[in-house]
């Protein structure tokens, strides 16, 4: 069993930056696959990003790809967020997951173990 902490959530203006960590305690984390979601108000939870046990491979949704990049420290136990060029509609809560599957994932079912969330707010 694994544990996750999100934190480095905030408000920030449209154009900004962030990066987002996810610190994990528990079993050994280069065992797991890790994600990103996010859940805006009054929208379902969305895939964000996604990376493999090693960091090697990496999958990103459209609404983020060439802005956000995802990276993980197993020394750290420590999966992050950069988030680039942030816009409004990036403002939500967002999660980070581990799941104990090979490869990359995107399917919130996939995930065994998730975060409390961190809040992320974009102003225009």
């Known amino acids: 069993q694994v544990q996750l902490v999100e934190s480095g959530g905030g408000l920030v203006q449209a154009g900004g930056s962030l990066r987002l960590s996810c610190a994990a305690s528990?079993?050994?984390?280069?065992?797991?696959?890790m994600g990103w979601f996010r859940q805006a108000p009054g929208k379902e939870r969305e895939f964000v990003a996604a990376?493999?046990?090693?960091?090697?491979?990496?999958y990103y949704a459209d609404s983020v790809k060439g802005r956000f990049t995802t990276l993980r420290n197993n020394a750290k136990n420590t999966v992050y967020l950069q988030m680039n060029s942030l816009k409004p509609e990036d403002t939500a809560v967002y999660y980070c997951?581990?799941?104990?599957?090979?490869?990359?994932?995107?399917?919130?079912?996939?995930?065994?173990?998730w975060g409390q969330g961190t809040q992320v707010t974009v102003s225009s």
């Open positions: 990376c493999s046990q090693t960091g090697a491979s990496t």
């Open positions: 997951a581990a799941t104990s599957r090979g490869g990359v994932r995107y399917g919130q079912n996939e995930y065994n173990y």
């Open positions: 528990g079993r050994t984390f280069s065992y797991y696959a």
